[in-house]
């Protein structure tokens, strides 16, 4: 577990359930980038939104502190900082951020303050609860132990500016507003505070509510509204009131400011000027010596509108797109006091899983580096690249920009590469597969590889995604392990075969085999000729077609023998004893292909077979050879002589894998699109793909490598780009864990296998079918610990052994959580 000190300006920890929106936590303890409305919001900071600390002892004296680290410099801006970020108020002198996900903690120092202070914030993260972990809330706990001999009164207090109905910001940095926000104090069975809301019909997009409060039985106050001034009225009656001891006014006065400096003396009609409200609630509590204390608050959000349509960068004809439709968490909770009370009323439950779900991940037998990986991948899901609609469907976009998604419809080429998703919720891919076969998938065998018709729009008229629509069998496939679903592989059949028949009339012209038309890709450009890019997921959709067809009793058309012929002329006919090559005789014949070049993704296709338990698809000699050739001649040790013109992921003396070089000539005049480019999905399945084949040390090289780019300074650690934030692509990260652990696992039989990576006993987070937990392997014993559902087994093996249950018990298993059970292998 890696700590970013508050000069890590890059670090943010976002906080927020899948399909959300997110508030992010930074290394200064700050809150930043409120994206919590159903768009995008890197960089967007909401005015007078902090927390703050008082203390008094009788010996003591008083001392009070926002609580954040001090502001890092350059301090740029010509007329300095702005009103709303407080930035003159005393901060600690450091703080230091840690991650053990979900959950984030803060400790503050300052040599001034006679406290030790921690902030834990979390949102809830269940594997397999796709609800539970996605609820639109944070969880914020600010630990306090008194340092001192005496007795010490403590507060802590947070405000928060509306975030509702926000359109924009004007010169000084001060919200636009659709709509008059409107705070009002709550108290329900479960917590108190402040309610933010506005006078916007429920039906409008920009419509919501939410609410910072603290849980009962703590002695709370409250301010629901500060004076909405023209000057600093209300934040300076605010501090005024807070520091003077410790507890707020329900109803703000000038007279804690002297003379008040507002253009009228009627407070009650400046508080109804149009503009930002802010409200506050603090906590108090009397710290003996010694002791800690917890200072606990929530805050939930609920906007449950969103267009009927992408409004992104590719789509621009979208008939819909002024009706509503709404997110899968307002179908749960009416409003954001809902979602409060459900958190608060459950806390103790979701907390502990939470916990358990951070204990077995970091608690397994993987380095920093693979453990930081896997997480950011998790928290590209919980991004604002992903959501989901009332009905469960889940959709995502390729990353996300600043202010909108990036390259809309959850495109299939892109999220090919993605398997987070597929392990932690299976149900959330379940909803895209029967979006893309059932509703995408022409009569004909054509997959839209971006969806539009899931909000009714005619579908997008362009050319099919080779890589795509193939790749889409395979995670059909990686669903039905995963979950057991028969009826899914039966309704989605048609479709299947539909997509194969496709790829034989359009692009295997000569009838051999081998793919050779015109292949569009994820490099927005088509391959032409016979390659091992489409081609390897081409034999691994036709393996996953025949063993779907065999689960579920179907006529599998002769699949696997076509996939046998298909793997056999395409090593023929690509490899050229080192690596697989695109069979061109003309590099320049056709524009933007790699022709003699050592392609990274060469064998994506493998990597997918071994996701999703298939095994080697190309001869395996050959497959080590090419990964070995990739990772010689593609990865840089510092990027520094890499000349790129094209999109730059990774620079300097970074290191990376580009994705292609010609170490041997034959460079085409305009090679392939992204070709010097850098791309950590493509670098984390070529580093899962090394571990598979033997090259552990190999493969956790290179996965350091991408995390020296992450490390807080330089980008953020749990944030990994491409085209947008959170690039979807990057979830195929997941796949370290699969190859380090050999875990793998088919729901319907319950058979379990695994293959450690790494010698020695092996502990390791698993998720299987309808069950999470830990498997620990030490010498000739494996244990299941269940920590979540119910684990069936049947076969068990382990590095090929039959294992056999410890207590002489024969048949399947099943597995509750909070138990464990033992095996004794043969």
């Not at 001192?148 to 009164?153: A, I, K, R, S």
């Not at 000084?172 to 917590?191: C, I, W």
């Amino acid at each position: 577990m890696r700590n970013y000190p508050s000069l890590a300006t890059e670090a943010a920890f976002e906080l927020g359930g899948i399909g959300t929106g997110n508030v992010s936590l930074g290394a200064r303890g700050e809150f930043r980038d409120w994206e919590l409305s159903n768009r995008a919001g890197v960089g967007v900071s909401l005015p007078y939104s902090f927390f703050a600390l008082r203390f008094e002892g009788a010996e003591t004296g008083t001392g009070s502190k926002v609580l954040e680290a001090r502001h890092v410099a350059p301090y740029r801006g010509g007329d300095g900082f702005r009103y709303g970020g407080m930035a003159g108020l005393p901060r600690f002198a450091e703080s230091t951020l840690s991650c053990k996900y979900p959950f984030a903690t803060i400790e503050f120092e300052d040599p001034s303050v006679p406290l030790r202070i921690e902030l834990e914030a979390f949102t809830p993260f269940v594997p397999l609860d796709a609800a539970e972990s996605g609820l639109p809330v944070a969880s914020l706990r600010y630990r306090v132990q008194n340092l001192t001999d005496e007795p010490l009164d403590i507060s802590v207090a947070g405000s928060l500016g509306s975030p509702i109905g926000i359109v924009g910001f004007d010169r000084f940095d001060m919200p636009v507003y659709h709509g008059q926000p409107k705070n009002s104090r709550v108290a329900t069975g479960e917590l108190e505070g402040v309610l933010f809301e506005t006078d916007l019909p429920a039906d409008d997009f920009d419509y919501g509510t939410v609410v910072l409060g603290t849980t009962l039985g703590q002695d709370s106050t409250a301010t629901p509204e500060w004076i909405a001034g023209y000057w600093q009225d209300g934040p300076e009656t605010f501090w005024n009131d807070f520091t003077s001891d410790g507890r707020l006014e329900a109803v703000q006065s000038a007279d804690k400011i002297g003379a008040s400096r507002l253009a009228s003396n009627d407070l009650e009609g400046a508080s109804l000027k149009p503009g930002l409200r802010v409200g506050s609630v603090a906590v108090s509590k009397t710290v003996m010596p010694g002791a800690t204390a917890d200072f606990e608050f929530v805050l939930a959000w609920h906007f449950p509108n969103r267009p009927r349509a992408w409004l992104g960068n590719v789509f621009h004809d979208e008939p819909h797109k002024d009706e509503v439709v709404r997110n899968y968490y307002a179908a749960q909770f009416g409003d954001a006091v809902a979602v409060a009370d459900h958190f608060v009323s459950h806390s103790v439950s979701l907390g502990a899983s939470s916990r358990a779900f951070a204990d077995a991940l970091y608690g397994s037998t993987f380095n920093d580096d693979v453990v930081e990986a896997l997480v950011s991948g998790i928290a590209a899901l919980r991004s604002t690249t992903c959501f989901r609609l009332e009905s469960g469907t889940f959709l995502g976009w390729e990353g996300s920009f600043d202010h909108d998604g990036s390259c809309e419809g959850t495109c299939t080429h892109v999220w090919n590469y993605a398997q987070t998703v597929a392990f932690l919720f299976p149900e959330l891919e379940v909803s895209a597969r029967e979006v893309e076969f059932l509703l995408e998938t022409d009569d004909d065998g054509a997959m839209a590889f971006r969806t539009r018709q899931v909000f009714g729009a005619p579908k997008w008229d362009m050319i099919p995604a080779a890589d795509g629509q193939l790749g889409c069998i395979v995670r059909l496939y990686r669903e039905w392990r995963n979950t057991g679903d028969d009826d899914l592989v039966r309704r989605c059949w048609p479709a299947v075969e539909a997509i194969l028949r496709y790829a034989e009339r359009n692009w295997d012209q000569d009838g051999d085999g081998v793919l050779e038309g015109e292949q569009h890709t994820t490099y927005d450009i088509e391959f032409h000729g016979k390659n091992s890019v489409v081609g390897a997921i081409y034999v691994t959709a036709l393996l996953a077609a025949a063993a779907l067809a065999n689960a579920v009793g179907l006529h599998a058309h002769e699949y696997e023998e076509s996939a046998r012929r298909s793997a056999a002329r395409l090593d023929e006919e690509t490899f050229n004893g080192s690596f697989y090559v695109q069979a061109l005789d003309d590099p320049d014949e056709f524009a933007y292909q790699y022709a003699s070049g050592v392609q990274s993704d060469q064998l994506f296709g493998q990597f997918l077979a071994n996701v999703v338990g298939l095994g080697p698809i190309l001869p395996p000699d050959h497959v080590e050879k090419a990964l070995l050739a990739i990772l010689e001649h593609n990865f840089r040790s510092s990027l520094d002589q890499v000349a790129t013109v094209q999109r730059t992921y990774a620079l300097n003396d970074e290191p990376g894998l580009i994705l292609c070089s010609w170490p041997f000539g034959g460079r085409p005049r305009l090679p392939f699109v992204y070709s010097d480019e850098v791309w950590t999905g493509v670098e984390y399945h070529v580093a899962a793909s090394l571990i598979w084949a033997g090259h552990v040390p190999e493969g956790l090289a290179l996965v350091a490598a991408v995390r020296s780019r992450y490390d807080g300074y330089r980008r953020s650690p749990w944030n990994e780009v491409e085209c947008g934030y959170h690039y979807a692509r990057s979830m195929s990260g997941w796949g370290l864990l699969l190859a380090l652990g050999g875990f793998d696992y088919t729901a319907k039989t319950g058979d379990l296998s695994l293959n450690p990576a790494l010698d020695g006993p092996m502990d390791s987070l698993f998720t299987a079918g309808g069950a999470w937990g830990v498997w620990r392997l030490t010498g000739d014993h494996v244990e299941f610990s269940v920590l979540g559902g119910e684990l069936t087994l049947g076969e068990v093996r382990v590095s090929g052994r039959s294992a056999h249950r410890s207590d002489g018990k024969a048949g399947p298993d099943r597995v509750h959580a909070g138990q464990a059970v033992r095996y004794e292998l043969a």
